[in-house]
């Protein structure tokens, strides 16, 4: 089992930054690739970024390319999403998520392929 618990969201302005946490925990963490998810008050939740279990390889989606970067600190076992040049439509809470596998797979992108959740964590950019 895997627990996951993201920290870092918040309010802030068109244009600023933050860094959203996920640290997990629990006798089989460590080991797994890692997706960030984001979902908007009656929207499907959509795929945002994953990574790998050496860091090696990492996906975004389109949105977010360029402003977005995903990063894991394996000691520490926390995966870290950097959000800059935030956009008022970025405003969603954001969901760590976590494989039983170390490989993202092809299907990176879709929730089925995660196992563990966290409880997700607020991100707010007003217009």
């Known amino acids: 089992q895997v627990q996951l618990v993201e920290s870092g969201g918040g309010l802030v302005q068109a244009g600023g930054s933050l860094r959203l946490s996920c640290a997990a925990s629990?006798?089989?963490?460590?080991?797994?690739?890692m997706g960030w998810f984001r979902q908007a008050p009656g929207k499907e939740r959509d795929f945002v970024a994953a990574i790998n279990w050496s860091g090696g390889r990492v996906y975004y989606a389109d949105l977010v390319k360029g402003r977005f970067s995903i990063s894991r600190d394996n000691a520490k076992k926390t995966v870290y999403l950097q959000m800059n040049s935030l956009k008022p439509e970025d405003t969603a809470t954001y969901y760590c998520a976590a494989r039983e596998s170390d490989n993202t797979g092809v299907y990176y992108y879709t929730a089925s392929s995660y196992a563990y959740w966290g409880q997700g964590t607020q991100v707010t950019i007003p217009s």
């Open positions: 629990g006798r089989t963490a460590g080991n797994n690739a």
